[in-house]
DNA sequence: ACAGGATCCGTAAGTGCTTACATTTCTCGG
DNA sequence: CCGAGAAATGTAAGCACTTACGGATCCTGT
């Protein structure tokens, strides 16, 4: 017994199903390799991959330049690094040229556990390229998605969408 | 000056980048329709959308209903539906035929609010599907990737990746 | 008829981000 | 050289989910 509904209601909800359908595989994701890292008994969180990451490849970096090598915000960096820094992974200097900015760098320990994890990342990279493969490409139908967005965002197009429906 | 890193260390980080870039991209689209809402000054939020729509198209619906419909935990509905309940706009009632069960449904306030956002609703459902042309189908390029997850989840490719390299 | 288990739903706490705001430090024009 | 504004970072709170767990109710087999 279907209620009675204004006969132009949207039916295929677009945006909302976009968004939640992209937020699922990204904790699908995430979920995973959480979990390949408590098989392999290693105390080490997904979200902490990043910042490691690029410490690995490039040395001591600040802050402010995680978050921008990252695409986040430097608040997601710090809470990140003050995780990593209680954990012994990371340690952190002042900049002696620059005194707002905190420097991290890989502690002995922290290269410890890049070492181990390397084969866990590298697995997990080479099953994301399966997944992209078998998916064929969703990963250029994301940038794709991402450079129509920077085009013109969902937020504009529903503007003028709703604009010129009503003038 | 780049520091010294495992010969074999994984330069391209897959899993990390696709589950962060489908968080970024969800977070982008959940935001801006947030705006929109903002801008109609309506007090709405994009999170009640998915129960919301479902009452709209389906009537009463119980609680572990609506996860299923939505794809999400029946936990995540009950919090969406305590803040719909808190805004006047859901109204629930015991399942006369099963104690367990609580049955949502729409009030007058509810079903105002959707008739004044139904514009709203139309035209991101139309900018969704304008992105998605433009974005070449990104939506079935999705579509590939969870069906790609649900024949082997990243986990059990990973796994099986690891012990091929490990005899 | 009722014990044991399954189901439905709720709260609490955690995750990985965000925005808003505060603090400290730097820089540059007057 | 000093004060206004910009920049780097930090904390707090929120968001949209999740898992973990517990209470209430239902169902099934004996």
Redesign the interface.
Known sequence: ???E??A???????????????????E???R??G??YA?LDVRFE?RW??VL?QL????RRSVGDLAVA???THVAVSQVRQALVAEGLVAEDRDPRDGRSRVLR?TREGEAL??RL???????????????T?????????E??????D?S???D???R??DS??P
């Open positions: 017994m279907a209620p509904r204004p132009d209601y949207p039916r295929a909800s677009g945006a909302a199903a976009l968004g939640a359908r992209l937020r699922r595989l990204s699908r994701i995430d995973d390799a979990r390949l098989e997904q991959f990043g990451n690995v490849l490039h040395g990252l695409g986040v890989l890049v070492r390397a084969p866990a990342w590298t697995a997990l990279a080479e099953a994301a390229v399966e997944l992209n078998e998916a064929q490409d969703v990963l250029a139908a994301l794709r998605l991402e450079a129509a967005l085009r965002s969902i937020l197009r529903a503007r969408i709703l429906a009503r």
